[in-house]
T-cell receptor, first 113, second 115 residues
Framework: DQQVKQNSPSLSVQEGRISILNCDYT??????FLWYKKYPAEGPTFLIS?????DKNEDGRFTVFLNKSAKHLSLHIVPSQPGDSAVYFC????????????FGQGTRLTINP | EPEVTQTPSHQVTQMGQEVILRCVPI?????FYWYRQILGQKVEFLVS????????KSEIFDDQFSVERPDGSNFTLKIRSTKLEDSAMYFC?????????????FGSGTRLTVV
């Protein structure tokens, strides 16, 4: 069951440049999409989300883009900083209520100085 | 900043034994969840809990699993008879809004090792 897919297991980016993390989904019932960041030995930390009625949401250095027709979303981090090195998970939810999240496999982002 | 607290951080148990993983959600949150992550795999939903009952559970959450909110602060996950394949990081999460788009607050996890 691969409803949410992150096809790149790892990504390496130079400090100061843009990091782009990608995520694809198959279930058209998904209504909300979220990005989480995870450091080793810690739980996932919520970063940013987007509703399916929008195509972009921005919060500081983080921007999430949603392309519903392509069932694709991406997270842009600019400028990338060494502290951004972590595993990033894309997650999707069917909508309101006490809904579960369906996670992708994660992408390990490494920011090189 | 309020946080979700999980204990213990690491639990080693023998196959067939019962384990209880404990969580203290954020105090004014109403929705509670357990997720797990087997090493190298994705984070998977186990169960959601609201108003003192299970609101949704996954196929993983079979009869060996149960959840309880025994008092006003704790939220526990019990595995009745552990199997080797139950070895994973177990994450507790809570949210006040009940909307996944606001983002859950996750705890740091309990690493369960079944030997």
């Amino acid at each position: 069951d691969q409803q949410v897919k992150q096809n790149s297991p790892s990504l390496s980016v130079q400090e100061g440049r843009i990091s782009i993390l990608n995520c694809d989904y198959t279930n058209s019932m998904f209504d909300y999409f979220l990005w989480y960041k995870k450091y080793p030995a810690e739980g996932p930390t919520f970063l940013i989300s987007i509703s399916s009625i929008k195509d972009k949401n921005e919060d500081g250095r983080f921007t999430v883009f949603l392309n519903k027709s392509a069932k694709h979303l991406s997270l842009h981090i600019v400028p990338s900083q060494p502290g951004d090195s972590a595993v990033y998970f894309c997650a999707a939810s069917p909508g309101v209520g006490a809904q579960k999240l369906v996670f992708g496999q994660g992408t390990r982002l490494t920011i090189n100085p | 900043e309020p946080e979700v607290t999980q204990t213990p951080s690491h639990q080693v148990t023998q196959m067939g034994q019962e384990v209880i993983l404990r969580c203290v959600p954020i105090s004014n949150h109403l929705y509670f969840y357990w997720y797990r992550q087997i090493l190298g795999q994705k984070v998977e939903f186990l169960v959601s809990f609201y108003n003192n009952e299970i609101s949704e559970k996954s196929e993983i959450f079979d009869d060996q699993f149960s959840v309880e909110r025994p008092d006003g602060s704790n939220f526990t996950l019990k595995i009745r008879s552990t199997k080797l394949e139950d070895s994973a990081m177990y994450f507790c999460a809570s949210t006040g809004q009940g909307l996944a788009n606001y983002g859950y607050t996750f705890g740091s996890g309990t690493r369960l090792t079944v030997v």
